[in-house]
């Protein structure tokens, strides 16, 4: 989780922002793959017609079978849902999200300052205690709400302390299971309250690296908060390295601090050979670093194939996207906390954190808004080891339909989604979940 930044400003334009049509790299096959149904191949073929892929003049027939696009002709006894014309877009991935913490759906909660991580996990302990929903119910809620907005998959992080156990992880594979149908998600075991501070999380995270209901294992500022980064870092990539996980690891540390700890995860990551496997969320250091160490620093991400994540906080502390993935690394976009004791802000919504991202960057061109958008869908599904639902025959028939008339106007207007496909089934229609 990452501290309330303050209000983005709406001045200067991104310096080399560029469309991200075409770039990034295919999913790394070692990337634990998000936890899904198998694909029902016997599910009768449906054709969903008169659609606008990507805003398209002339409208299409999109044809799917087993579940992927098709390019053949619609084989006889299909099921025809009627599109009207609305534009086809693949769903989105959020790539960093805190089901676990959420309120959603319940009522209103009054929160108190804060400003350091401490305060803020001392205040998750506070809600969670005094819930009388179950994580897996409050879970659930929220994940079912981003289904109905657009989302095909999720990586989704639970937090893992004394004050908890293994109660949120848990909890979320209890609402995956309950979506399986219609979200692919994997989880992150999340030491918010530190790995080596607080005495018994380390063992926990153990527990969930053997249970197999965990995917990867999470961080958090091995200098700044945990003060402790080769003993953290020790810790996790030994864990990961002896359970198979992947890792991804909250890196807010800013200056020296920041990227000393992104240093030590990069190595770690070449000596152990966790290619495709590592991730690091945030990593406000980043974009402080001049042109030159930036590419030196995407140089080596790309080597070893570490993806990244941002949130789209700020100007300041996002991502710089475009000449990342210029350089082959992956990078996706997430919602973080929704509706929690750190913040009363968020909605699940990716389609709304892609126009937050052309916000806070001040983007104005139609590249910059498309790019935008494929962050948040191509992007995400590069980080979590999914194939990307780009329409394309042989593609998952993940896809959602919007009236509208192109994708920049998509981005900036957030229509309602009026039909979520997943997998080529419709999911969602009109807000609600079928």
């Given at each position: 989780m990452t501290p309330p930044p303050p209000a983005p400003s709406r001045r200067g334009v991104l310096a080399g922002a560029a469309s991200l049509a075409g770039a990034g790299v295919l999913p790394a096959a070692a990337v634990p793959p998000a936890r899904a149904a198998s694909r029902d191949r016997t599910a009768r073929p449906v054709v969903f017609r008169d659609v606008r892929p990507f805003g398209a003049k002339r409208p299409v027939d999109l044809t799917v079978v087993g579940g992927l696009i098709s390019d053949r002709a619609a084989p006889a006894g299909a099921q025809v849902i009627d599109g009207g014309g609305r534009i086809a877009l693949p769903t989105l991935v959020d790539a960093h999200i805190h089901p676990d913490k959420t309120t959603w759906g319940g009522s209103w909660e009054s929160r108190r300052p804060a400003d350091t991580i401490e305060e803020f996990a001392a205040q998750d302990v506070e809600l969670f205690r005094r819930q009388d929903r179950s994580v897996a119910e409050r879970a659930y809620g929220l994940m079912a709400h981003a289904v109905t907005r657009g989302t095909r998959a999720m990586r989704a992080h639970a937090d893992v302390a004394p004050a908890y156990g293994l109660a949120c992880a848990e909890g979320l594979?209890?609402?995956?299971?309950?979506?399986?149908?219609?979200?692919?998600?994997?989880?992150?075991?999340?030491?918010?309250?530190?790995?080596i501070r607080t005495p018994g999380t380390a063992e926990l995270l153990k527990q969930a690296a053997r249970s197999g209901t965990v995917d990867f294992l999470g961080g958090i500022d091995p200098i700044g908060f945990d003060q402790a980064l080769d003993e953290q870092l020790?810790?996790?990539?030994?864990?990961?390295?002896?359970?198979?996980?992947?890792?991804?690891?909250?890196?807010?540390?800013?200056?020296?601090?920041?990227?000393?700890?992104?240093?030590?995860?990069?190595?770690?990551?070449?000596?152990l050979s966790l290619h495709g496997k590592v991730t690091v969320s945030h990593v406000f250091c980043l974009p402080e670093l001049s042109d030159a160490d930036l590419a030196r620093t995407a140089a080596d991400l790309a080597d070893l194939d570490i993806a990244?994540?941002?949130?789209?906080?700020?100007?300041?502390?996002?991502?710089?996207?475009?000449?990342?993935?210029?350089?082959?690394?992956?990078?996706?976009?997430?919602?973080?906390?929704?509706?929690?004791?750190?913040?009363?802000?968020?909605?699940?919504?990716?389609?709304?954190?892609?126009?937050?991202?052309?916000?806070?960057?001040?983007?104005?061109?139609?590249?910059?808004?498309?790019?935008?958008?494929?962050?948040?869908?191509?992007?995400?599904?590069?980080?979590?080891?999914?194939?990307?639902?780009?329409?394309?025959?042989?593609?998952?028939?993940?896809?959602?339909?919007?009236?509208?008339?192109?994708?920049?106007?998509?981005?900036?207007?957030?229509?309602?989604?009026?039909?979520?496909?997943?997998?080529?089934?419709?999911?969602?229609?009109?807000?609600a979940l079928v």
């Amino acid at each position: 989780m990452t501290p309330p930044p303050p209000a983005p400003s709406r001045r200067g334009v991104l310096a080399g922002a560029a469309s991200l049509a075409g770039a990034g790299v295919l999913p790394a096959a070692a990337v634990p793959p998000a936890r899904a149904a198998s694909r029902d191949r016997t599910a009768r073929p449906v054709v969903f017609r008169d659609v606008r892929p990507f805003g398209a003049k002339r409208p299409v027939d999109l044809t799917v079978v087993g579940g992927l696009i098709s390019d053949r002709a619609a084989p006889a006894g299909a099921q025809v849902i009627d599109g009207g014309g609305r534009i086809a877009l693949p769903t989105l991935v959020d790539a960093h999200i805190h089901p676990d913490k959420t309120t959603w759906g319940g009522s209103w909660e009054s929160r108190r300052p804060a400003d350091t991580i401490e305060e803020f996990a001392a205040q998750d302990v506070e809600l969670f205690r005094r819930q009388d929903r179950s994580v897996a119910e409050r879970a659930y809620g929220l994940m079912a709400h981003a289904v109905t907005r657009g989302t095909r998959a999720m990586r989704a992080h639970a937090d893992v302390a004394p004050a908890y156990g293994l109660a949120c992880a848990e909890g979320l594979a209890q609402a995956r299971e309950r979506l399986r149908h219609a979200l692919d998600v994997q989880i992150v075991a999340f030491p918010q309250h530190g790995v080596i501070r607080t005495p018994g999380t380390a063992e926990l995270l153990k527990q969930a690296a053997r249970s197999g209901t965990v995917d990867f294992l999470g961080g958090i500022d091995p200098i700044g908060f945990d003060q402790a980064l080769d003993e953290q870092l020790d810790l996790l990539f030994g864990l990961a390295d002896r359970y198979g996980v992947g890792l991804d690891i909250h890196l807010h540390d800013r200056g020296e601090k920041g990227r000393t700890a992104l240093r030590g995860i990069i190595d770690r990551t070449r000596t152990l050979s966790l290619h495709g496997k590592v991730t690091v969320s945030h990593v406000f250091c980043l974009p402080e670093l001049s042109d030159a160490d930036l590419a030196r620093t995407a140089a080596d991400l790309a080597d070893l194939d570490i993806a990244l994540t941002t949130v789209a906080p700020s100007r300041s502390l996002v991502l710089p996207v475009a000449e990342l993935t210029e350089h082959g690394v992956r990078v996706g976009l997430g919602s973080d906390g929704v509706r929690d004791a750190w913040s009363p802000f968020g909605n699940a919504d990716m389609l709304h954190r892609a126009h937050l991202l052309g916000w806070v960057r001040d983007d104005r061109l139609d590249a910059e808004l498309t790019g935008c958008f494929e962050t948040g869908s191509h992007g995400g599904a590069d980080v979590m080891g999914l194939p990307r639902a780009d329409l394309s025959p042989g593609s998952p028939a993940d896809f959602l339909l919007v009236r509208g008339e192109c994708v920049p106007q998509i981005v900036v207007d957030l229509p309602a989604r009026d039909v979520v496909v997943h997998r080529g089934r419709v999911v969602a229609r009109d807000g609600a979940l079928v």
